[in-house]
């Protein structure tokens, strides 16, 4: 596989997509606060962080999953968030739905610290995520996907469009 991969939100999407990124040989490591949550991707494979900010320093690229703004601006900066852990040449995709702004803000962030943050939504709910089928949006980085990047979403997408910049 192309390197060690991380995964935060494992509610219904996030976890039928971090468990499909688990049963398919990646490295991956995952956090949630919901324990059940992060024992069932475990269980197929995947190992545990106990917090964002540790993922986030054994990791060359980051999905998040999370239920909105407020949270993916607490994991990728808030107490323990990834942002401050991430090595230059990180990438994190954003697949939850949230503002533009959001991202965007995000992105400028990330990119002072030589991160690439990206919005990635995803359309086509658990059972397709769970099949490897999503359609997933990619709001491309001025840097472009790394290779473990492109890897995540091509396993979890049967089809992923790059639509412009973030």
Do not use: Q, W
Not at 34 to 40: L, P
Not at 84 to 102: K, L, N, R
Not at 124 to 130: K, V
């Amino acid at each position: 596989m192309t390197g060690t991969v991380g995964y935060i939100g494992l509610g219904s999407m996030g976890g039928a997509m971090a468990g499909l990124l688990a049963e398919s040989d990646f490295d991956l490591v995952v956090f949630d606060l919901s324990a059940d949550a992060v024992a069932s991707v475990v269980g197929k494979g995947a190992r545990a962080a106990d917090s964002g900010a540790a993922l986030a320093a054994d990791c060359e690229h980051i999905s998040i999953c999370v239920p909105d703004d407020a949270a993916v601006m607490e994991v990728v900066t808030g107490e323990h968030g990834i942002l401050e852990s991430c090595a230059p040449g990180t990438s994190i995709g954003v697949h939850s739905t949230v503002h533009p702004d959001t991202v965007r803000d995000l992105a400028a962030l990330a990119a002072e610290r030589d991160v690439a943050l990206f919005d990635a939504g995803v359309a086509g709910g658990a059972a397709a995520a769970e099949e490897g089928n999503l359609s997933i949006m990619v709001g491309v980085p001025e840097s472009g996907l790394s290779d473990t990047a492109r890897a995540v979403l091509d396993c979890c997408g049967g089809a992923v469009f790059e639509a412009g910049p973030v």
